[in-house]
């Protein structure tokens, strides 16, 4: 087997051969596959790893500052002199953060697979046109102060992803490119949108817990609040990827809290029915701030971002204002003193999905904790709607016991969900937890009022097993006929005469 440092050698030697005319190739290559881990170098030759790396430095060979460069290249023989039976992605631009998460989510939604990754962040030294004159690898130093002097940290990304037919790589293209741009503007303004919610830090704690590393900016702007009109958002201060030509659209989304505002909350928070394409596919958090400008005028200040991974492991108590409001209103002291039944309030606020936390004011959450710390770990099916603070969408959790979950569970429970709102449904998401109780959290599209404890029967009949409905079919009726399990169980005679001996040895009959 040839190691990893002899194949690189032996694959500079020939890219030598192979452009003796720039010398640059040569250095280029060595850096740009020195990452490539052994399984992948083991599965290719050294002349097709060249000359998928020619061909990305061809592509990228010239590239004006700022520019970002996709294409989609399919090898062709005859062309090419070379063949290889899938196409691949290349990408030369300026490093950013998110970048490589932000461009697999975009070949995900063209439903395109992928098979490997080069990725490697490289010197770059340019002449006055363009042209690639020296490479390097990026070296800590360069990290931390930028090298200037014509060179920049540039990211090459090589990605082999399926055969694509024309009109497949043009889409890949396009949607590849998009979302390299908005990962751009994200991070491009990452710091002024920050800097804008640490100015309003004081009207709430919340908003400095968010600047403090928990929130990933990806958008803001201001928005005029005429009374009785509709928000004016103000152009010039759009920010990340509301600064894109056409994001910000006819109305705000999510719709702007009037009620919140009325009521004198100074910070609204809400989920966007957008999707962001920049870090992960998840829907944006959209934090509102109600304040006045320096003219006294009312304004709501918005920022769209994605929560901080690690608000997901942090106690809803250590969350500024959120804690201290679920603290009084759950009676929830602080001295250390843990009662049984306080200690199942925790650990069911603890458990609670955190972008529901915290669009929930304190009153609602404090009686959805207490519904749920009602079910005391019983073997039963329960469904809880909770609405989102603006817009037709709702939260549906369906609390079922632990016993019965399956691989399949979260789509049956959420196909239930959706048949009974008569909506379609989103974000299906399972939890599992120390309780006897497990949790599928289902979002409704377009909720309206309907008879949860029907749709929580409904639940309780398709995921209990035919074993343990003909079970508590006997406890009910006392000693049954099969036709009484028949009918109270749904299943068929015959099936109930078949399996009859099995039950009686079991003792269940």
């Not at 490697?120 to 363009?130: E, F, H, K, Q, Y």
């Not at 329960?382 to 609390?399: D, I, K, S």
């Not at 003909?470 to 009726?477: G, K, M, S, W």
């Given at each position: 087997m040839t190691t990893g440092s002899s194949l690189i050698g032996h694959i500079t030697?020939?890219?030598?051969?192979?452009?003796?005319?720039?010398?640059?190739?040569?250095?280029?290559?060595?850096?740009?596959?020195?990452?490539?881990?052994?399984?992948?170098?083991?599965?290719r030759s050294a002349g097709d790893l060249l000359e998928a790396a020619w061909a990305h430095y061809e592509f990228g060979r010239v590239r004006n500052p700022g520019d970002t460069r996709v294409t989609v290249f399919t090898p062709d023989p005859r062309r090419d002199g070379w063949n290889w039976d899938r196409s691949f992605l290349f990408i030369v631009t300026d490093?950013?953060?998110?970048?490589?998460?932000?461009?697999?989510?975009?070949?995900?939604?063209?439903?395109?697979?992928?098979?490997?990754?080069?990725?490697?962040?490289?010197?770059?030294?340019?002449?006055?046109?363009?042209?690639i004159t020296h490479t390097s690898a990026v070296t800590p130093q360069m990290l931390a102060t930028p090298p200037g002097g014509g060179t920049t940290i540039e990211a090459w990304t090589q990605i082999e992803i399926d055969l694509c037919s024309p009109e497949l790589a043009e889409r890949v293209a396009d949607e590849v490119r998009a979302a390299v741009e908005a990962v751009q503007r994200a991070v491009d303004d990452?710091?002024?949108?920050?800097?804008?919610?640490?100015?309003?830090?004081?009207l709430d704690p919340l908003l400095a817990w968010f600047v403090d590393g928990q929130f990933v900016f990806l958008g803001a702007v201001t928005c005029d609040l005429p009374d009785g009109g509709e928000p004016v958002p103000r152009l010039e201060s759009a920010l990340g990827q509301l600064?894109?030509?056409?994001?910000l659209g006819d109305r705000p989304d999510p719709p702007i809290d009037v009620d919140a505002r009325r009521a004198g909350q100074v910070v609204s928070?809400?989920?966007s029915a957008a999707t962001a394409t920049v870090h992960r596919a998840a829907r944006m958090t959209v934090v509102t701030v109600f304040t006045t400008d320096a003219h006294g005028a009312p304004i709501a200040e918005r920022f769209h971002g994605l929560l901080a991974s690690t608000v997901y492991r942090k106690s809803v108590l250590d969350i500024p204002s959120v804690g201290d409001r679920a603290r009084a209103k759950l009676d929830l002291g602080t001295d250390g003193v843990a009662t049984h039944a306080t200690r199942s309030i925790r650990n069911v606020l603890e458990s609670l999905p955190r972008d529901l936390v915290l669009e929930l004011d304190a009153d609602p959450l404090a009686d959805l904790v207490m519904a749920i710390v009602g079910l005391q770990e019983r073997q039963i099916v329960?469904?809880?709607?909770?609405?989102?603070?603006?817009?037709?969408?709702?939260?549906?959790?369906?609390?079922l016991p632990r016993s019965r979950f399956t691989a399949a569970l979260a789509d049956q429970v959420a196909a239930l969900v959706s048949e009974a709102y008569e909506s379609p449904v989103r974000d299906v998401e399972s939890w599992v937890g120390s309780s006897s109780l497990a949790r599928i959290t289902v979002t409704v599209i377009d909720a309206r009022p309907i008879d949860l404890d029907a749709l929580s029967e409904r639940i309780d009949a398709?995921?209990?097993?035919?074993?343990?409905?003909?079970?508590?079919?006997?406890?009910?009726?006392g000693q049954p006929s099969r036709t009484e399990i028949a009918r109270k169980t749904g299943l068929s005679h015959s099936t109930i005469s078949a399996i009859s001996a099995d039950l009686l040895a079991e003792g269940v009959l």
């Open positions: 030697e020939l890219a030598h051969s192979r452009c003796p005319d720039d010398p640059a190739f040569a250095g280029f290559v060595g850096d740009y596959l020195e990452d490539l881990p052994d399984l992948d170098r083991d599965e490093d950013r953060p998110f970048l490589v998460d932000s461009v697999r989510m975009a070949l995900e939604r063209c439903g395109v697979s992928t098979y490997l990754l080069v990725h490697p962040m490289l010197a770059v030294t340019r002449d006055d046109a363009g042209r990452f710091a002024p949108m920050r800097e804008r919610m640490a100015g309003l830090a004081d600064a894109a030509p056409g994001a928070v809400a989920r329960r469904a809880f709607a909770v609405p989102e603070p603006v817009g037709t969408a709702a939260t549906v959790l369906v609390y398709a995921t209990t097993a035919w074993i343990d409905r003909i079970a508590a079919a006997v406890r009910r009726a």
